[in-house]
């Protein structure tokens, strides 16, 4: 990633007019759900879609709820899924109960809300097991340290939500059970504002730009500090030490706004950067405003710039290649509107008529979201909308390049294996034929301890340059490293044509005997063709194996393969052609894909010093 300019900075925006204008302990999200006639225009297909959830919800944590056996999964053998499931049951319970007593006033929901909340506050750490590590030493003891919490993802947006809650239904409560608020209160400090003051995480980008942790834990540290603190003084620092961990962030995007850990994580990254600097220009009446910073602006361009098109996208790194269910549309229209956006505002309109608000998803980490589409029924008919994914777009920051045309899609990438979520896919390429997927990228699975720990990510299939559309010399694999890299990426877009080229040589060991690998992947659109052209040289004779991941099971015909609607022409008189289908038994990717992918193997019949292949994508005859 390239570090953009210094000047202006978020720290420098928060001026000395701003630091006059806050006002401890008056921030609201919304309405409290006493005031009836304020939460009156809740659009009755919204209503009925929470009432469902939110009854799910209420029995699924009657039934599955955080336990130490559950815990202890993780610690003795890293499955992660159990307990957090159970805790998200718990959470989402009551996410959806509070809403649901905003929308209806009902008793039952404040019983099910103040039941609920009291068990949160009742957990022995808001932390996941997963990342439950003392931030002074990286110990993982096998259950939580006795009164500690560890200011991670969940332990922030836990409090996040609970401070959101509490300030749209905390008076409520507070008349059924006279103290609830201290309790809760209690805990936001305790659990996430004294580990915020007094320790230092990795994800305060000391050693180097954070990844998305960082804004999305401080957008939701930022909401408690809104909710609890009393005292303008430490409110203030807090915001402080926010803008200064947000600097860092925003100091490893390069201008285009680009997001190395691709689309999926924009929404947890982008998204939470766009909460974090509405919430302090908030706090200030307006007296702060962030979003002149670069790259903020192009920031919020990125996801429209990946989709492929209403329900898929570009998947490179730990990315699905469906959208996300923490995508949020009326969030991308209010980052659109803020930074004077209109195509992204029109977009994010054309996606909202396309998806509608779902309460089914992490609802704890989005709720403040959730909450704010909820309260703007029919917001993605207030005006015009149109689909604004490019014709073209290059991002040199992760040297990704998208093209299009009528029938076909093109994404490839240049880049190095080191960025955060990292794949070794040097190189690689994604093609769709009328929104159907052809060339793909696999994405990841469910995450398990194993998928975080050095040793052991790069034996898991999904994260191997084999299983990426990649070349693979003489056998040998892309390895992980900033040194393992693209070099010399370019991209030109002259309308019937568009190509990005790449230089891989980089990207393999010295095992691989390369001393030359350039790609070209290009669109012709005139001709409706994609082609994936390599050359190579060796040091010595080797042999080329050539790397395409399909959905659809390749079918060998006359020139080439059937893959779905496309036509795969490749040179069978110097490449033997061999098909291998690999089942899939992850539930995440299974969910994405179905029961298998397919991977096509192009190997060169004899060592050779060097050559050279063209793969040629076209529609396949009827």
């Not at 790194?317 to 229209?333: C, F, I, K, Q």
Request: charged fraction near 25%; proline fraction near 6%.
């Amino acid at each position: 990633m390239t570090v953009t300019v210094d000047a202006p900075t978020f720290t420098e925006r928060f001026t000395a007019t701003a630091r006059r204008a806050l006002r401890p302990r008056t921030w609201r999200p919304a309405p409290p759900v006493t005031d009836r006639a304020a939460w009156a225009d809740v659009a009755a297909v919204d209503q009925e879609a929470l009432l469902a959830v939110a009854r799910d919800r209420r029995a699924a944590a009657a039934v599955a709820f955080p336990t130490l056996s559950l815990w202890a999964r993780y610690s003795r053998d890293g499955d992660r899924q159990p307990y957090e499931r159970a805790q998200r049951n718990l959470l989402e319970s009551a996410a959806t109960a509070a809403l649901a007593l905003a929308v209806t006033d009902e008793e039952e929901w404040a019983t099910v809300l103040a039941d609920q909340v009291w068990r949160i506050c009742e957990l022995r750490a808001w932390c996941l097991p997963s990342h439950y590590a003392l931030p002074e030493s990286g110990e993982r003891p096998f259950l939580p340290v006795p009164g500690r919490d560890v200011l991670d993802l969940s332990d922030a947006y836990v409090g996040g939500m609970l401070a959101v809650i509490d300030t749209i239904a905390g008076e409520r409560l507070e008349r059924d059970a006279p103290g609830i608020r201290a309790h809760v209160h209690h805990e936001i400090r305790r659990r996430v504002l004294d580990p915020w003051e007094r320790e230092e995480y990795f994800w305060h980008g000391v050693d180097g730009p954070p990844n998305n942790w960082a804004p999305w834990i401080v957008s939701n540290v930022l909401v408690c500090a809104a909710v609890v603190e009393p005292e303008a003084g430490r409110l203030e620092t807090t915001i402080d030490r926010a803008l200064v961990i947000l600097d860092r962030f925003r100091a490893g995007y390069d201008a285009d706004g680009s997001c190395d850990e691709g689309a999926t994580y924009w929404w947890w990254a982008g998204a939470t950067l766009f909460e974090a600097l509405d919430l302090v220009e908030q706090l200030t009446d307006g007296a702060f405003d962030g979003f002149v910073v670069e790259p903020v602006a192009a920031t919020a361009r990125f996801p429209m710039g990946m989709q492929i098109d209403a329900h898929r996208q570009v998947n490179h790194s730990d990315g699905s290649p469906v959208l996300p269910e923490n995508a949020n549309w009326y969030l991308l229209a209010r980052f659109g509107a803020r930074v004077g956006d209109d195509e992204v505002v029109r977009h994010a309109r054309w996606m909202g008529r396309q998806h509608a608000l779902r309460f089914d998803g992490q609802l704890a980490a989005l709720f403040r979201r959730t909450l704010a589409e909820l309260r703007t029924p029919g917001w993605q008919d207030d005006g015009p909308a149109a689909p604004g994914m490019p014709t073209a777009l290059y991002l040199p920051g992760t040297e990704v390049a998208v093209a299009r045309s009528d029938a076909f899609f093109l994404s490839a990438k240049g880049g190095h294996n080191a960025v955060s979520h990292n794949h070794n896919d040097v190189g690689s390429v994604i093609v769709s034929l009328d929104g159907d997927p052809v060339v793909v990228d696999a994405g990841v699975g469910v995450y398990r301890r194993e998928t975080f720990m050095p040793e052991h990510r790069y034996g898991i299939w999904t994260m191997r340059s084999s299983w990426h559309s990649v070349p693979m010399p003489n056998g040998v694999e892309q390895r992980e490293g900033e040194s393992f890299r693209a070099t010399g990426t370019t991209f030109v877009d002259h309308g019937d044509r568009a190509a990005l080229s790449t230089d891989l040589t980089a990207a393999y060991p010295a095992a691989s005997g390369l001393v030359r690998a350039v790609r070209v992947a290009s669109l012709d659109r005139a001709a409706e063709v994609v082609e994936l052209h390599d050359e190579w040289a060796f040091s010595a004779p080797g042999v080329m194996t050539l790397v395409l991941l399909t959905l659809h099971e390749p079918v060998v015909v006359p020139g080439g393969l059937r893959v779905g609607a496309a036509h795969l022409g490749v040179d069978g008189t110097r490449f033997a052609v061999r098909t291998e289908r690999r089942a899939l038994d992850d539930e995440k990717l299974r969910s994405a894909w179905g029961a298998a992918l397919h991977r096509v193997l192009l190997v060169e019949h004899a060592p050779a010093p060097a050559g050279s292949h063209t793969v040629r994508i076209s529609r396949a005859a009827a």
